[in-house]
């Protein structure tokens, strides 16, 4: 057996400040709150999840749902770590929140960075040629033509701006999120498969400075449920 090591994360005796990445942006897109209590119960939920590799397309009121119920910033408070810390539904090692979700919709080639804070969409300038070739490396595990497709990048300088050897902490705010991600959309009537690639070397590429990693990556669609 091959295992890496990542070490035992500790929290610094003396945090350091961190210059969060810089983003090439353009069109924005609001996102709709969602305000729909769903008939779904917790256990139901439990019970009744599994990845599902049939996607039926979903419209933005869908997605957005998804988002806000999952992923938004429900608070925030300063730090001095030189970005605010934040409350979301998925749990966060110091309450960092590394992990951004980009998306990419069927039929558009533009990738489209989810702002927690604001509950809206970003367009990320250059992304649909640095991600080619993650689209095409995704397709080859499992298609989905009808799928929005999730990229997970991390921004690891946050968590390790407070944490040593704090890595698997990364690692943890990724699979947390995916869990809450997938049981979310289980009880919105939507599935979300992940896929084992992580979405390397591309995602690394967005960043000119080494600030990002691929972390994950998923297909969202409706289910198709008997």
Not at 77 to 82: E, I, T, V, Y
Not at 195 to 220: K, N, R, Y
Request: hydrophobic letters at 40%.
């Amino acid at each position: 057996m091959t295992w890496i090591d990542l070490g035992n994360p500790s929290p610094k005796l003396t945090p350091s400040r961190y210059n969060l990445v810089k983003w090439q942006t353009g069109e924005v897109q609001r996102l709709t709150a969602s305000t729909a209590d769903s008939t779904t119960t917790f256990n139901q939920v439990i019970e009744g999840r599994k990845s599902d590799r049939q996607f039926g397309p979903i419209d933005d009121q869908q997605l957005g749902a998804l988002l806000w119920q999952a992923c938004r910033c429900r608070e925030v408070w300063p730090s001095d770590l030189g970005f605010d810390l934040e409350h979301r539904s998925t749990p966060s090692a110091g309450a960092i929140h590394p992990i951004h979700v980009l998306i990419n919709k069927p039929g558009d080639c533009r990738w489209w960075l989810y702002q927690p804070q604001g509950h809206y969409l970003v367009e990320l300038i250059k992304a649909s040629e640095q991600l080619a070739g993650l689209l095409e490396h995704s397709a080859k595990v499992l298609e989905g033509p009808s799928a929005v497709r999730l990229l997970f990048v991390a921004e690891p300088g946050k968590t390790l701006t407070k944490y040593d050897e704090g890595c698997s902490l990364v690692w943890r705010d990724a699979g947390a999120l995916l869990a809450i991600m997938a049981l979310t959309a289980h009880a919105q009537g939507l599935t979300f498969c992940p896929l084992g690639i992580t979405g390397e070397p591309w995602a690394s590429a967005l960043s000119d400075e080494g600030q990002l990693a691929g972390v994950g990556f998923g297909l969202l669609g409706f289910a198709a449920r008997s």
